[in-house]
């Protein structure tokens, strides 16, 4: 649909990014955006150990390969219409179960997915929560939270390797 506000019509030529209304399913050669939120609590990383991964996300293959719980960080998709804040305001309270004081954009993934050739969209925001999350039932259960920093990363994320966190984290460190 054409938008009056704007000064001329724009004719995509060159399979730029412009996206429809939102859909049910995930379409193959479609595109979605996801944001990967890493929490923060008093100058520490906080993860949840899921049993079932994060909420409305596949298990990762190292989760199923050992047959272990991973740890996640709170990530999933924004509704239609939402600023960032209120999708993280939304996001973490769901899957976390806390508040949040403050948010970052630090860096975006864009990659397309082999499988479904998807086109996705990852921003990733450092969280700064209002306080330590429990284990409990957020959109899924959370088993554990573990608390760590840069200099003692954990070894057993489900969608993120050890080496990958630490160069991420030692990056965007605020």
């Known amino acids: 649909?054409?938008?009056?506000?704007?000064?001329?019509?724009?004719?995509?030529?060159n399979k730029e990014a412009n996206f429809g209304e939102p859909i049910e399913n995930e379409i193959p050669g479609g595109t979605h955006i996801s944001v990967e939120?890493?929490?923060?609590?008093?100058?520490?990383?906080?993860?949840?150990?899921?049993?079932?991964?994060?909420?409305?996300?596949e298990i990762s293959e190292k989760a199923i390969k050992t047959g272990?719980?991973?740890?996640y960080f709170v990530h999933g998709l924004p509704q239609w219409g939402e600023t960032m804040g209120q999708y993280v305001r939304r996001v973490v309270r769901e899957q976390a179960g806390?508040?949040?004081?403050?948010?970052?954009?630090?860096?975006?993934?864009?990659?397309?997915y082999e499988d479904s050739n998807q086109w996705a969209w990852t921003p990733v925001l450092i969280v700064e929560i209002d306080q330590l999350?429990?284990?409990?039932?957020?959109?899924?259960?959370?088993?554990e939270?573990?608390?760590?920093?840069?200099?003692n990363i954990?070894?057993?994320f489900g969608w993120w390797?050890?080496?990958?966190?630490?160069?991420?984290?030692?990056?965007h460190s605020v």
Request: hydrophobic share 40%.
């Open 1 to 13: 649909m054409y938008n009056s506000l704007m000064s001329f019509k724009y004719v995509w030529k």
């Open 37 to 57: 939120n890493v929490l923060k609590f008093n100058d520490k990383y906080v993860a949840l150990r899921r049993p079932g991964a994060v909420p409305e996300h």
């Open 68 to 71: 272990k719980p991973h740890l």
């Open 98 to 112: 806390v508040g949040i004081k403050s948010f970052k954009v630090v860096d975006l993934h864009m990659e397309v």
């Open 133 to 143: 999350p429990v284990p409990g039932i957020y959109g899924n259960e959370v088993i």
């Open 145 to 151: 939270v573990v608390v760590f920093d840069k200099d």
């Open 154 to 156: 954990p070894d057993e």
């Open 161 to 171: 390797e050890k080496e990958e966190l630490e160069k991420f984290l030692t990056k």
